[in-house]
């Protein structure tokens, strides 16, 4: 999760002297600080490097970063959701899968899988109908409340852009992909089987499957995970505020797992991070699947050392299911 990143002396150089819109253009950057966790601290795939709103300027969408999206004219009215377009991302955005193709080339003979990733419909209407990050996204919940069929018109038109991107991202080399509702958290369990899990399910039916499988994340999402497990998705991605063992027992034999230390415990000593691995192994074993993750993105100030000890803590674990 978020492997490329501040973290590492080597991104901050490559980034130094570049907006981070230009970075996220910028195809031999971006496939540089792609690669570097692979050589760096010996990461077994590669995420490229992107944002989850790259696609959003191709639907007439005004953005920069602050360092966070913020929106020139934020979505208030049904006038402005009618105008947005529905770009063919490979148009829109070609330089996203030239990163694709030129990544997947560079990692085919090491045998490294490469995964991409898209906002969830929830969380990309979060930020353009509040104009930037905010606590509560109050003015999100008053649309939700107040004008629900214009949210449903957005976030329609929010899955059309994120199917329609997955897929490019499929056909052009990645091996995985993964939805990421950072936002998703906020909802009450009936909130969010109402406003986000029916757009989770709509991507999960509608992305070509055939070309590799979909990964769910929802940020804060320990309340909702009764819901995410019938997304229709084949991981999904748990942060630290989940019991592993609970969830692998309950729907292990559903769907797999992914997940999920606390960033900040790759701040401790390596040994301390290495029971920490060994307690996640073992909490996983129920599942058909785990795979070995934080429960959200590398923080900015986390040790390099503690990346590579985490990751060889999960090197030297056996490579039979416990």
């Known amino acids: ?136 996204f109050g003015a999100l919940k008053r649309m939700m409340h107040q004008s629900p069929d214009m949210l449903r018109a957005l976030l329609a038109k929010l899955t059309d852009v994120t199917v329609d991107y997955l897929d490019a991202q499929l056909e052009s080399g990645s091996q995985a992909v993964q939805l990421f509702d950072t936002w998703a958290g906020l909802l009450s369990p009936a909130d969010y089987r109402e406003w986000a899990l029916p757009y989770h399910r709509e991507i999960a039916d509608r992305v070509d499957r055939s070309r590799g499988p979909l990964i769910l994340y929802v940020n804060n999402g320990a309340h909702v995970v009764d819901a995410g497990v019938e997304s229709g998705f084949d991981v999904l991605s748990l942060d630290w505020r989940c019991r592993l063992d609970e969830v692998a027992r309950k729907y292990g034999d559903r769907i797999s797992l992914q997940g999920n230390l606390d960033p900040c415990a790759l701040t401790a000593p390596p040994e301390r991070i290495a029971g920490w691995v060994r307690e996640m192994h073992e909490a996983a074993a129920p599942a058909r699947g785990h795979i070995m993750n934080l429960g959200h993105g590398l923080l900015p100030e986390t040790p390099v050392e503690g990346v590579k000890a985490f990751i060889a803590a999960v090197k030297a674990l056996p490579t039979k299911p416990i």
Not at 55 to 63: A, L, R
């Open 1 to 136: 999760m978020r492997q490329a990143g501040r973290y590492l002396p080597e991104y901050r150089a490559v980034r130094q002297g570049v907006s981070f819109m230009q970075m996220c253009r910028d195809v031999d950057r971006a496939v540089e600080v792609s690669l570097q966790p692979v050589d760096i601290v010996g990461s077994e795939a590669v995420i490229m490097f992107q944002d989850i709103f790259t696609p959003i300027p191709g639907m007439g969408v005004d953005v920069d970063f602050a360092p966070g999206p913020v929106i020139a004219e934020p979505i208030r009215t049904r006038a402005q959701i009618d105008a947005l377009v529905v770009p063919d991302s490979r148009e829109s955005v070609p330089f996203v899968f030239e990163i694709i193709r030129t990544l997947r080339g560079a990692l085919e003979s090491r045998r490294i899988p490469l995964l991409g990733f898209a906002g969830a419909p929830f969380t990309l209407a979060a930020y353009l109908v509040q104009g930037q990050g905010s606590k509560d």
